[in-house]
T-cell receptor, first 116, second 110 residues
Framework: ETGVTQTPRHLVMGMTNKKSLKCEQH?????MYWYKQSAKKPLELMFV???????ENNSVPSRFSPECPNSSHLFLHLHTLQPEDSALYLC???????????????FGPGTRLTVT | RKEVEQDPGPFNVPEGATVAFNCTYS??????FFWYRQDCRKEPKLLMS???SGNEDGRFTAQLNRASQYISLLIRDSKLSDSATYLC???????????FGRGTSLIVHP
């Protein structure tokens, strides 16, 4: 596989469930990102990892818990979510270091999450 | 002033038209600039990076104006398939941390 993949593509979960979103990049990048995109709203950066270390947490509620075991994999663990958390969750990766051109981000197709 | 601002549109243009979008940014230390395209219910895809000298890729031309702190995207000879939302991205002070604009919606009609 190439590029950035995300699973599952669609997820419906109840407010008491626990689930995880998975992202994998096959681009040899060092930085990985989680974004939330709600209907008719701009992309919201949630978390950033660089070389497996979390470097950014944009005041995300603790019911979202990221995990980055290595530079190729990123998870988002979900528990006790609210209906307003329903959104498209996008993962992206970039080289993360080096010249400015290497900051180009490549996105996965996203997981469309519905919380009931 | 917001970090990255875009006119949400929509810009409604006929096929073959030339259309231009601007995006202003507030952090004068920003070093990296990009345009992404996002189709409805799809992920953003990199359209082009924006270099200090400007760059062109086919019908698309991107410019950077550091003095006035804005970047622009010009689309010539618009196609129906250009209909999408165009996202402006500015990286903080030369880092890999991006700030996305809200996007500008383009609708190209026959």
């Amino acid at each position: 596989e190439t590029g950035v993949t995300q699973t599952p593509r669609h997820l419906v979960m109840g407010m008491t469930n626990k689930k995880s979103l998975k992202c994998e990049q096959h681009l040899g990048h060092n930085a990985m990102y989680w974004y939330k995109q709600s209907a008719k709203k701009p992309l919201e950066l949630m978390f950033v990892y660089n070389f497996k270390e979390q470097t950014e947490n944009n005041s995300v509620p603790s019911r979202f818990s990221p995990e980055c075991p290595n530079s190729s994999h990123l998870f988002l663990h979900l528990h006790t979510l609210q209906p307003e958390d329903s959104a498209l969750y996008l993962c992206a990766s970039s080289q993360g270091t080096g010249t400015s051109g290497s900051y180009e981000q490549y996105f996965g197709p996203g997981t469309r999450l519905t919380v009931t | 002033r917001k970090e990255v601002e875009q006119d949400p549109g929509p810009f409604n243009v006929p096929e073959g038209a030339t259309v231009a979008f601007n995006c202003t940014y507030s952090n004068s230390a920003s070093q990296s600039f990009f345009w992404y395209r996002q189709d409805c219910r799809k992920e953003p895809k990199l359209l082009m990076s924006v270099y200090s000298s400007g760059n062109e890729d086919g019908r698309f031309t991107a410019q950077l104006n550091r003095a006035s702190q804005y970047i622009s995207l010009l689309i010539r000879d618009s196609k129906l398939s250009d209909s999408a939302t165009y996202l402006c991205v500015v990286n903080r002070g030369g880092s890999y941390i991006p700030t996305f604009g809200r996007g500008t919606s383009l609708i190209v009609h026959p």
